[in-house]
């Protein structure tokens, strides 16, 4: 089995900065392309941005300029790196994952979940 733990949620004021961070673990897996999606209260998850293996990602354009998604494969770990929060940015954020477990076909596995609330 693989897990997805997420880490790095919490109160922050406007304006101000948080790191997110998502490791698999678990045994004789691959991990593709991964990535971190957003739940508003009373609202449908969304992608906030993804990143492939080999390190090509994607951004919402709402956290563009604002928002990094990186990746250490040796340690099967993404980040997100958010600058200059906003209120708007509060929400449950998931990370992602697309994995193959050996002699199986890949599929996504989603993690947990870590609030983040920006407010002053």
């Known amino acids: 089995q693989v897990q997805l733990v997420e880490s790095g949620g919490g109160l922050v004021q406007p304006g101000g900065s948080l790191r997110l961070s998502c490791a698999a673990s678990?045994?004789?897996?691959?991990?593709?392309?991964m990535g971190w999606y957003r739940q508003a209260p009373g609202e449908e998850r969304d992608m906030v941005a993804t990143i492939t293996r080999d390190g090509r990602s994607n951004y919402a354009d709402s956290v563009k300029g604002r928002f990094t998604i990186s990746r250490d494969n040796t340690k099967n770990t993404i980040y997100l790196q958010m600058n200059s929060l906003k209120p708007e940015d509060t929400g449950v954020y998931y990370c992602?994952?697309?994995?193959?477990?050996?002699?199986?076909?890949?599929?996504?596995?989603w993690g947990q979940g870590t609030q983040v609330t920006v407010s002053s």
């Open positions: 678990g045994s004789s897996f691959t991990v593709y392309a």
């Open positions: 992602n994952a697309e994995v193959r477990v050996v002699l199986t076909f890949p599929r996504p596995y």
